[in-house]
């Protein structure tokens, strides 16, 4: 099973600042990395697919890079609806395993 | 619009069974692979199980293989999950996602359905 590591567990920023959410897998995924958002109380959503890809509807501040066991998700400049939970997911085989997430609060 | 509503959850004995269901609308159901996805309170994400459009490759999450099965009805839209043998540690608000097209991520995402395991 690959294990996905995230850092930091928590980022603290203000509304406007850029923010950089790191997950590092235990093998090479390839680029089948995702990034999901999810908000209290809500489903997750989908950002980012194959480690670089925006999913429909999503704005042009998220971008993903990385490749192999090594990944990015970058917030160009943070909106007030940004503050959140991020995860970011494997599909490289199976079972599909999500790493812990990063937690984006307000400072 | 894409919708996925799921049902069936509720409180549970350990060692009962729940069936959840989700109706799925908005798209052709029976084009797209389908998944469980779960969440502990508090916790973080846990994929639980996979079907393909036409049911023909089936994958489980190693922590239910053998308790759970996942099964769908394209004639309905509907996608299913037995859940038998339940555990404490099955307590999770469970997701019903619908598989990106042609890759295991998860696109639309139903509101979740909360199973409590316990005595």
């Known amino acids: 099973e690959i294990v996905l590591t995230q850092s930091p567990a928590t980022l603290s920023l203000s509304p406007g600042e850029g923010a950089t959410l790191s997950c590092r897998a235990s093998?090479?995924?390839?680029?089948?990395l995702a990034w999901y958002q999810q908000k209290p109380g809500q489903a997750p959503r989908l950002l980012i697919y194959?480690?670089?890809n925006r999913a429909t509807g999503i704005p042009a501040r998220f971008s993903g890079s990385g490749s192999g066991t090594d990944f990015t998700l970058t917030i160009s400049s943070l909106e007030p609806e940004d503050f959140a939970v991020y995860y970011c997911q494997h599909r490289s085989n199976w079972p599909l395993t999500f790493g812990p997430g990063t937690k984006v609060d307000i400072k | 619009e894409v919708q996925l509503v799921e049902s069936g959850g509720g409180l549970v004995q350990p060692g009962g069974s729940l069936r959840l269901s989700c109706a799925a609308s908005?798209?052709?159901?029976?084009?797209?692979?389908m998944n469980w996805v779960r969440q502990a309170p508090g916790k973080g994400l846990e994929w639980v199980s996979y079907?393909?459009?036409?049911?023909?490759?089936?994958y489980y999450a190693g922590s239910v293989k053998g308790r759970f099965t996942i099964s769908r009805d394209n004639a309905r839209n509907s996608l299913y999950l037995q859940m038998n043998s339940l555990r404490d540690e099955d307590t999770a608000v469970y997701y019903c996602?619908?598989?990106?097209?042609?890759?295991?991520?998860?696109?639309?995402w139903g509101q979740g359905t909360l199973v409590t395991v316990s005595s």
């Open positions: 194959d480690a670089s």
């Open positions: 079907i393909t459009s036409s049911s023909s490759d089936i």
């Open positions: 908005g798209f052709t159901f029976s084009s797209y692979s």
């Open positions: 093998q090479s995924v390839s680029s089948y």
């Open positions: 996602a619908r598989g990106a097209r042609g890759m295991a991520y998860f696109d639309y």
